[in-house]
């Protein structure tokens, strides 16, 4: 199994002023540390389960971009990506300029946006339709993006989305393209698009035996669009407290196996305290040497 890091808390001592070369030293010492990916999230508001929406809160793309100058090997990706804040064709460029930007690393995560993105979509005037049309711009999305990447340069012309020639140039440097991962579980749309249309799955581990039922839908609707369902990647969120002086690491290193009995391959997530001396220390000396066993 590979760890990845989600940053999603940007409230720092320092405050604005100093918010780039925190964040810089986090995905330097996350590198170091031997994590797989970074992820950061796609709000322009902080979430209420994280903070108050006042709290510093940075534009996805713009941060992958800063991070892909200051690293070298992590993956980087939006966790996940609101279909709805970015026309496709847009997206599609903003990920390829990703992928060049930072010699093949880009991942493209992204979802039909939940109502934790509501009140940030009013606040500053962001398109945000009612769910069954955001999941219908979705699957087109997801079509636009792939034929973007694509030598097809064609129209395309869907129900909300008409691209009159989907020409990308320079293309992505990752084949065939940057990896799509669809987050989120919801069993009839989100985990059959997924089989139909990513090469990886997001998903909760925090009750291993719905997780694993969640599995078996996937691997059902699979089954339906003809995907071998060995082929996509399994990942999943997690929170990782390793507690202030490491206390939780064993029981960490314990959830981590049972999650990789599973099947899943990747797990990610913020690590509580990361800004905080020892932890990605932790991070880096106990548990991902541990987890990269299963």
Known sequence: MKLGLHISDFTWDGGAPELRFKLAEIARRAEEAGVDRISVMDHVWQMATIGPPEH???EAYTTLG???AKTE???LLALA??????EPGLLAKAVTTLDVLSGGRAILGI?????ANADEAAGLGLFFPPVAERFERLEEALRIVKQMWSADEGPFDGKHYHLAR???SPQVLSRPHPPILIGGEGEKKTLKLVARHADACNIGVYDLGETARKLDVLRRHCADEGRDYDQLEKTAGHRFDLGENGENVNKTIEHLHAVAELGIAQTHGPLLRVGEPGQLDLFGERVIPA????
């Open 56 to 58: 510093e809160m940075l």
């Open 66 to 68: 800063w991070l892909a």
């Open 73 to 75: 090997r992590v993956k």
């Open 81 to 86: 990506t609101a279909v709805v804040f970015r």
């Open 111 to 115: 979802g039909a946006a939940s109502n």
């Open 166 to 168: 989907t020409l990308n």
């Open 291 to 294: 987890v990269e066993k299963f």
